[in-house]
């Protein structure tokens, strides 16, 4: 094959849908034979943690289909009760699970194995107080400088 | 149904599952054996021709029998 393609992601979000996207598109892409990098700012760091916590939230979220029809009859008040989050966090889990879809640790587990290169900003690790102890080795520190030295040679670049 | 020299069942596995399945299993063949796919993903129809052009792998056989796809893919 000619000049390997290249494709850049930034990945900024920290919920369980949005750990999708990054993640399955990077593992796809890295299969079809393209170097991939992935750089993870703000809310997207929660996707590099070694425990993943990540949630759902149906709150502000009007596209999300809820259970027994609970989204046709629930007044929109009804999604910031307490506990909502996790009851609606468990049953994606167990629909994605019922459904063949990967979790998001096995998809970020693909992806280390294609050699996904997974960039984590050091600013958002400063500004947070994260503690790099708690993500998962094999990633590298980087700001928007390091993110452009790819993306600028890309064929392919998203902000997720 | 031809022969092949390798088999990878994909069945209730989800995109992109069972192109990675297909990918990993593909690094450990040789050029010019063939792999066989079973899936259930209808998304997979399109997604193995996609991966078939893209990586030069030759898609061979794509067919739907009793809800199941099968493909069979020779490496390139």
């Given at each position: 094959?000619?000049?390997?393609?290249?494709?850049?992601?930034?990945?900024?979000?920290?919920?369980?849908d949005?750990?999708?996207?990054p993640?399955?598109?990077?593992?796809t892409?890295?299969?079809?034979?393209?170097?991939?990098?992935?750089?993870?700012?703000?809310?997207?760091?929660?996707?590099?943690?070694?425990?993943?916590?990540?949630?759902?939230?149906?709150?502000?979220?009007?596209?999300?289909?809820?259970?027994?029809?609970?989204?046709?009859?629930?007044?929109?008040i009804?999604?910031?009760?307490?506990?909502?989050?996790?009851?609606?966090?468990?049953?994606?889990?167990?629909?994605?699970k019922?459904?063949?879809?990967?979790?998001?640790?096995?998809?970020?587990?693909?992806?280390?194995?294609?050699?996904?290169?997974?960039?984590?900003?050091?600013?958002?690790?400063?500004l947070?107080?994260m503690?790099?102890?708690?993500?998962?080795?094999?990633?590298?520190?980087?700001?928007?400088?390091?993110?452009?030295?790819f993306a600028?040679?890309?064929?392919?670049?998203?902000?997720? | 149904?031809a022969n092949?020299?390798?088999e990878?069942?994909a069945?209730?596995l989800?995109?992109?599952?069972?192109?990675?399945?297909?990918?990993?299993?593909?690094?450990?063949?040789?050029?010019?054996?063939?792999?066989?796919?079973?899936?259930?993903?209808?998304?997979?129809?399109?997604?193995?021709?996609?991966?078939?052009?893209?990586?030069?792998?030759?898609?061979?056989?794509?067919?739907?029998?009793g809800?199941?796809?099968?493909f069979?893919?020779?490496?390139?």
């Amino acid at each position: 094959m000619s000049e390997q393609k290249k494709l850049a992601i930034i990945a900024t979000k920290g919920t369980l849908d949005w750990a999708y996207p990054p993640f399955i598109l990077a593992s796809t892409a890295a299969a079809l034979g393209y170097q991939v990098q992935v750089f993870f700012t703000f809310y997207g760091l929660q996707l590099l943690r070694k425990n993943l916590n990540l949630k759902v939230s149906p709150l502000g979220n009007p596209g999300m289909p809820m259970p027994m029809g609970m989204d046709k009859w629930f007044p929109v008040i009804g999604t910031a009760i307490p506990g909502m989050e996790s009851i609606m966090t468990m049953m994606m889990k167990k629909k994605m699970k019922d459904k063949g879809v990967a979790s998001v640790d096995e998809l970020r587990d693909l992806c280390a194995e294609a050699e996904v290169k997974m960039i984590a900003c050091q600013m958002t690790v400063d500004l947070f107080d994260m503690n790099p102890a708690e993500f998962i080795d094999g990633i590298e520190y980087g700001g928007a400088a390091t993110f452009f030295e790819f993306a600028g040679e890309s064929d392919i670049t998203l902000y997720i | 149904m031809a022969n092949f020299d390798t088999e990878l069942d994909a069945s209730g596995l989800n995109c992109p599952l069972p192109i990675l399945r297909a990918k990993k299993t593909l690094a450990s063949m040789s050029s010019g054996q063939v792999l066989h796919i079973i899936a259930t993903d209808p998304g997979s129809v399109k997604d193995f021709e996609a991966f078939a052009k893209q990586t030069g792998n030759a898609l061979m056989e794509s067919k739907e029998e009793g809800g199941k796809f099968y493909f069979l893919l020779k490496k390139n």
